[in-house]
């Protein structure tokens, strides 16, 4: 049974996202900040669910000792990156001791595994043909089915784990829209040019997938861990595509989904690479009080709290430079400086994307100190 502690931290986020909150919430998201600080291999957090899980715990415990640490960005569930990353961008995986050294951070090998041809592929046949045909040269099967066993088997006492140390989720379910996945599938490169070849081809592809990238998304959430998903802005970023393009290939996805995750009682978490600034405004189209804009450093918070109001909430955005190589003190003032100019309403502190894998564990710290102290 839930402690009081994490009814009230989960009431605090759905607070947070109705601008309900009296102070600001802390959030923690660093998926390979953990493993240098508590001393363990990369190779065997990254490929060691259980080593992943307990390592991760420990880490966000020790924070949340010496201050306050009030939710997760993203359910962490042991799930291999070179199982979980190919699905959603339909590129493959390097890892740390078996491709690449022991201590190396994982790396996604992006190639053109799909062709113009797949387009009409997906048009006609429908994208899980094609996904069939590309996923098991992208991965090693018998090792993703043990993965998917694993999830099975443990996936709810892993829940556990986090319920039991008072650290409640906002996302537990992840979503590539498909802009994404053909991007990926085709390398960034040949992609934008396709986008201009062949815009109709790939708008009528996008509407193929949409359905089955919806459905996906909403079976991947876990509500005894969190009732949010991400929907991913990577490529599809407004500073990478021009605004036709973006209007006719990326938006009208992307709030598809974060539109049925509204609609199923979710929080919609959209994930924002790189500058969102040109095409800010167009996240009042979402209903208002519902979802969250996670960047990561690059797009201009104040500008999006300007445009924005309490329509959408915020969550960010400490840059990973700053986490890896400023000082506790240029942590502190960056985040000081955020809340004096936003404000703590609807507002999530935590890294911007994600914190580096050479995170400093006292500037994770402070961080969150300088949260947990504005006033």
């Not at 009030?70 to 339909?90: E, K, Q, T, Y």
């Not at 934008?192 to 079976?219: H, N, R, T, W």
């Not at 009208?252 to 979710?266: C, F, Q, R, S």
Request: aromatic letters at 8%; a negative charge; proline letters at 5%.
């Amino acid at each position: 049974m839930a402690s009081q502690l994490y009814e009230e931290r989960s009431q605090k986020i759905k607070d947070t996202v109705n601008f309900k909150n009296e102070r600001v919430t802390t959030c923690f998201m660093g998926q390979a900040a953990p493993a240098a600080h508590m001393n363990v291999k990369m190779k065997n957090f990254a490929m060691d669910a259980d080593i992943m899980i307990k390592t991760t715990l420990d880490y966000i415990n020790e924070i949340d000792a010496i201050t306050p640490v009030d939710c997760l960005n993203i359910g962490v569930n042991g799930m291999r990156s070179d199982h979980s990353l190919p699905m959603a961008w339909l590129s493959k995986i390097k890892m740390p001791g078996r491709e690449l050294p022991v201590d190396s951070l994982w790396q996604v090998v992006e190639t053109n595994v799909l062709t113009p041809e797949d387009y009409d592929v997906i048009i006609e046949q429908g994208f899980e043909t094609v996904f069939n045909r590309i996923f098991p040269t992208l991965v090693d099967m018998n090792e993703f089915q043990e993965s998917i066993a694993y999830q099975q088997k443990n996936g709810h006492k892993n829940v556990e784990l986090f319920i039991n140390s008072d650290l409640p989720v906002v996302n537990s379910g992840f979503a590539s829209p498909p802009f994404e996945v053909l991007c990926g599938g085709r390398s960034m490169s040949q992609f934008f040019m396709d986008c201009y070849k062949m815009p109709d081809k790939i708008e009528k592809a996008i509407e193929v997938m949409l359905p089955g990238s919806i459905q996906s998304m909403l079976a991947s959430i876990n509500p005894l861990s969190g009732t949010g998903a991400w929907v991913g802005g990577w490529r599809g970023a407004s500073a990478l595509v021009s605004p036709k393009i973006w209007n006719r290939l990326v938006w009208p996805g992307m709030k598809a989904m974060g539109l049925a995750l509204i609609e199923t009682d979710n929080i919609a978490t959209f994930h924002l690479d790189q500058c969102w600034d040109r095409d800010i405004e167009r996240f009042l189209e979402i209903p208002e009080k519902k979802s969250i804009i996670n960047t990561d450093g690059m797009t201009d918070l104040r500008n999006a709290r300007k445009i924005l109001g309490d329509h959408v909430a915020i969550m960010g955005d400490v840059p990973a430079p700053l986490l890896a190589t400023g000082t506790t003190q240029e942590v502190k003032d960056y985040v000081t400086k955020l809340i004096d100019d936003i404000g703590p309403k609807g507002l999530f502190i935590t890294a911007g994307c994600d914190a580096p894998a050479n995170t400093k564990f006292e500037n994770m710290v402070a961080m969150f100190e300088a949260a947990n102290d504005w006033k």
